[in-house]
T-cell receptor
Framework: DAGITQSPRHKVTETGTPVTLRCHQT?????MYWYRQDPGHGLRLIHY???????DKGEVSDGYSVSRSKTEDFLLTLESATSSQTSVYFC???????????????FGEGSRLTVL | TQLLEQSPQFLSIQEGENLTVYCNSS?????LQWYRQEPGEGPVLLVT?????EVKKLKRLTFQFGDARKDSSLHITAAQPGDTGLYLC???????????FGSGTKLNVKP
């Protein structure tokens, strides 16, 4: 199994409070991603990182910010959580493309966030 | 609106039947991947297709990438209960680094 750890695995919070989810990898992979998964929507890309301090927005980035100060850690922050952000959040890592072939994504076990 | 649309969204079949799952987009992708996800776990890669028209076989699973690299299909022959799970297609854009997923197909194979 790829060395990816997400924390916390479960969290219940109230609307308006800040929340930070952490993704830690031991694989030294360059690329890291945050996705959210909701019924009927598959996985939707929130933000991704292609190196330390290098990040880019995904499909559903509004209301989320990220930071990557070290290769191994990628943080997802909800500055002021809303009920619409209740979801399961997955972190993924990838080596990146090799010989024009897209790299494989390795996923963490997910973090279930409930915003009341 | 997601870049990739999958159909059907749900599929419940008997063991031994064949099935096809479709993944469609109006965008062109550098490559298309298929993942399988079981409850409580993250998705796991099944296959990557890169060339338009490419067909790849993985035991009872056959994957095809459309000629225009906008769509893909997954065909399972003689489905087994162990095939039960959520199947997701994913397209890579932006120099292969950005992965967008489809809405998913939840497959249930009954014994």
């Amino acid at each position: 199994d790829a060395g990816i750890t997400q924390s916390p695995r479960h969290k219940v919070t109230e609307t308006g409070t800040p929340v930070t989810l952490r993704c830690h990898q031991t694989e030294n992979h360059r690329y890291m991603y945050w996705y959210r998964q909701d019924p009927g929507h598959g996985l939707r890309l929130i933000h991704y990182s292609y190196g330390v301090k290098d990040t880019d927005k995904g499909e559903v980035s509004d209301g989320y910010s990220v930071s990557r100060s070290k290769t191994e850690d990628f943080l997802l922050t909800l500055e002021s959580a809303t009920s619409s952000q209740t979801s399961v959040y997955f972190c993924a890592i990838s080596t990146g493309p090799r010989e024009r072939l897209a790299g494989e994504l390795f996923f963490g076990e997910g973090s279930r966030l409930t915003v009341l | 609106t997601q870049l990739l649309e999958q159909s059907p969204q749900f599929l419940s079949i008997q063991e031994g039947e064949n099935l096809t799952v479709y993944c469609n987009s109006s965008s062109v992708f550098s490559s298309l991947q298929w993942y399988r996800q079981e409850p409580g776990e993250g998705p796991v890669l099944l296959v990557t297709v890169v060339t338009g028209g490419e067909v790849k076989k993985l035991k009872r699973l056959t994957f095809q990438f459309g000629d225009a690299r906008k769509d893909s299909s997954l065909h399972i022959t003689a489905a087994q209960p162990g095939d039960t799970g959520l199947y997701l297609c994913a397209g890579a854009q932006g120099n292969f680094n950005k992965f967008y997923f489809g809405s998913g197909t939840k497959l249930n194979v009954k014994p």
